[in-house]
Nanobody, 126 residues
Framework: QARLVESGGGLVQAGDSLRLSCSAS????????MAWFRQAPEKEREFVAA??????????ADSVRDRFTVSRDNDKYTQTLYLQMNSLKAEDTANYYC?????????????????WGRGTRVTVSS
């Protein structure tokens, strides 16, 4: 069974940076692909970024490209996913969720992901 725990959220001002982390425990195959999604109040969950086991597989939503960077550590027992967020904007305010799936295709669709964390809140004041 997988367990995903996000951390690093908080309250920042527009233009600031923040780094989110997601610690994933469980069988290694469950973290073949790891992703970040976010959900703002009264809005649908949206894709932010995803990465497979190769750094070159990273994928980004257009709204965060060139501002956010996704990366991961592939330790034998614990996989850790990161999201470095720079030049934050008020519209980045949301709950950020870590998700993983057992396939090999980096995917932006929430339904493709098997495991989810509980989220970490990011609030950007303008």
């Amino acid at each position: 069974q997988a367990r995903l725990v996000e951390s690093g959220g908080g309250l920042v001002q527009a233009g600031d940076s923040l780094r989110l982390s997601c610690s994933a425990s469980g069988p290694t195959y469950i973290t073949n692909v790891m992703a970040w999604f976010r959900q703002a109040p009264e809005k649908e969950r949206e894709f932010v970024a995803a990465i497979g086991r190769s750094p070159s597989s990273a994928m980004y939503a257009d709204s965060v490209r060139d501002r956010f960077t996704v990366s991961r550590d592939n330790d034998k027992y614990t996989q850790t996913l990161y999201l470095q967020m720079n030049s934050l904007k008020a519209e980045d305010t949301a709950n950020y969720y870590c998700a993983t799936h057992v396939g090999v295709t980096v995917d932006s669709t929430p339904s493709a992901y098997n495991y989810w964390g509980r989220g970490t809140r990011v609030t950007v004041s303008s």
